[in-house]
């Protein structure tokens, strides 16, 4: 059983930046793919990022490529989500998810478990 709790979600102007952790309870962090998805008012959650066990191979949405930054510490069983120039069109609730497993998967269905949600809003 892993719990997922999320934080550093908050308000920010468009073009600012945030930093998402997601702190992971149990032993067995490390062998987690973990991955960060969002959902905004009125659509279905769509995934972000993800990144392998090991922190070796990270695949982005094409949304969030270049702008956002997925990191993991497994010593603190954490993973880190870096949201550089932030658009309103990021506005979401982002919620943290692991996955029991190496192979890195973009399929919400494929996960596991999930924190809360954090909430992220950017104003134009």
């Known amino acids: 059983q892993v719990q997922l709790v999320e934080s550093g979600g908050g308000l920010v102007q468009a073009g600012g930046s945030l930093r998402l952790s997601c702190a992971a309870s149990?032993?067995?962090?490390?062998?987690?793919?973990m991955g960060w998805f969002r959902q905004a008012p009125g659509k279905d959650r769509e995934f972000v990022v993800a990144i392998s066990w090991s922190g070796g191979s990270t695949y982005y949405a094409d949304s969030v490529k270049g702008r956002f930054t997925i990191s993991r510490d497994n010593a603190k069983n954490t993973v880190y989500l870096q949201m550089n120039s932030l658009k309103p069109e990021d506005t979401a609730v982002y919620y943290c998810a692991a996955r029991r497993g190496i192979v890195v998967l973009t399929t919400s269905a494929e996960y596991d478990y999930w924190g809360q949600g954090t909430q992220v809003t950017v104003s134009s």
């Open positions: 149990g032993r067995t962090f490390s062998r987690y793919t």
